[in-house]
């Protein structure tokens, strides 16, 4: 998929000012640079976050466009994160879903992304919402990681980034883990509820006990 294509497809779900935005922020290296993957030893003892990062292995898979605030704040309703989750969010950018929910529900998150210098800026923006001992971010491909620990996760990629990631979600994450996605579907896979917000689409779904054989 051309860069083009993939701009276009995010400002469906973003707006002109965050393409703006995009223009002067790391995505651009994030087609360009490339990263080796850390580890997730220790991902749940979140008072000590791995403080390094590492050189980007390889481009990231969508570049970085954040939510909108309206849109982190309906996502986190709509699965109705409470301090008991377990959050992770898959490509988490400038850590703003993690970093919300730790603030308003004290929930524990785990971001993941490949950008070391958004996993960086996602760090610093933790430590200013005073949530650093709540949360962790992890450079890592989340081809690659294991997130099986989650409660809840959300997503903000792109609809052939989803669907690939689909057989790893299903596999992975206990049933009844919720999953979030800003913008964009899991293909055949039909959401349980969908919502609008601020001309943004919200996709929701559980995941099942049995596992139907055209999802896996
Ligand atoms: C559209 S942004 C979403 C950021 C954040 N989740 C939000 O909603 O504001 C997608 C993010 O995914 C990251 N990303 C892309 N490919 C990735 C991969 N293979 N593994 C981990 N992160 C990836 C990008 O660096 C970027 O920060």
Redesign the pocket.
Known sequence: MSFKKILFL?ATGASLTSLGIVGCTP?QR?FEAGTQPSTLTGQTETSTPAPTTQPQERP????????PQSV?DAMLEVAKVGKDDVLY??????G??VNTAAQKYGTRGV?????PE?VQEARENAEKAGVADRVQFVQ????K?DFSEATVV????LPD?NLKLRPQLLQQLKPGTRIVS?AFTMGDWEPEQTLQVDGRTIYYWVVPEEVPANLR
């Open positions: 995010l995505q994030d990231g898979d969508v570049p970085f466009v954040p939510t982190v969010d898959l490509g988490s950018g400038d703003r879903i971001g993941i992304d490949i950008n958004l890592q491909d989340l081809f990681s959300t997503l903000y990629l980034i800003h």
